[in-house]
């Protein structure tokens, strides 16, 4: 079964400086993660008039949890987890999983 890291980034100081690095730097840290099969990144929208909860969210899909795990333990994975005070000051949730295909 498939496992996956969502990550949660809460809203920064700057918008600006935070998509910028994140586009340029820590996406393509990410991006080189070994075992990744899947890399999704929405910026959620404004609803009903009010800010959306997150700046952003990333899914990470792997084909299991060994090779998650595998990942992030790596030179790959660390940079990325390392990287994260570079921008994401402001804070991050991340939960990990199984994730399966409903539709």
Do not use: C
């Not at 980034?9 to 099969?37: C, I, M, V």
């Amino acid at each position: 079964m498939a496992f996956q890291l969502i990550v949660l980034y809460n809203h920064p100081e700057s918008a600006e400086a935070f998509d910028k690095h994140y586009d340029e730097t820590h996406a393509p840290l990410a991006a080189r993660l070994p075992g990744l099969r899947s890399y999704t990144v929405t910026r959620p929208a404004a609803a009903g008039g009010r800010p959306p909860a997150y700046h952003l969210v990333a899914v990470l899909t792997f084909d299991d949890e060994a090779a998650f795990g595998a990942a992030m333990s790596g030179e790959e994975g660390k940079a990325a987890v390392a990287d994260l005070a570079n921008f994401a000051g402001a804070g991050t949730t991340m939960l990990t999983g199984p994730a399966g295909v409903v539709v």
